[in-house]
């Protein structure tokens, strides 16, 4: 497998959970990050317990992100459905949070 750090990920479009909790059918990467740098990250599953917490260092940090000018953004395999309703769930129940990135 070749690294891809620091490379241009591929465009690609699909549903997504935006940060404000809107559900968009047509989320688009290109347009998204309209050329500024990202961190583009994927993760196996919503409802599992192997990743929750990295998913929410992330929105602890995503201010300083976003004063850096980098957007996050996080991709599973799961449906919007789903994703949003593990943002829906409190962290204590298992949950992330209302995470304020895509």
Same mark, same amino acid.
């Not at 241009?8 to 559900?23: R, S």
């Given at each position: ?13 699909? +549903? ?7 559900? @968009?059918?047509?989320?688009?990467? #290109? ?6 740098? +990202?961190v ?9 317990? @192997? ?5 929410? +260092?992330?929105?602890?940090? /995503?201010?300083?992100? #976003? ?12 449906s919007?459905?789903?994703?949003n +309703? ?12 209302? @995470? #304020? /990135?895509?």
């Amino acid at each position: 497998m070749s690294v891809l750090v620091g490379r241009p990920a591929p465009d690609f479009t699909a +549903a997504a959970v935006l940060g404000n909790g809107e559900i @968009v059918d047509s989320y688009n990467l #290109k347009d998204a990050i309209k050329g500024k740098k +990202a961190v583009l990250f994927f993760y196996p599953l919503d409802f599992t317990f @192997v990743c929750p917490s990295e998913l929410i +260092a992330f929105d602890k940090r /995503y201010e300083e992100f #976003k004063q850096r000018g980098v957007e996050v953004i996080g991709v599973s395999i799961d449906s919007q459905f789903s994703h949003n +309703a593990w943002r829906n769930t409190p962290v204590n129940q298992g949950g992330i949070g209302p @995470v #304020k /990135y895509t």
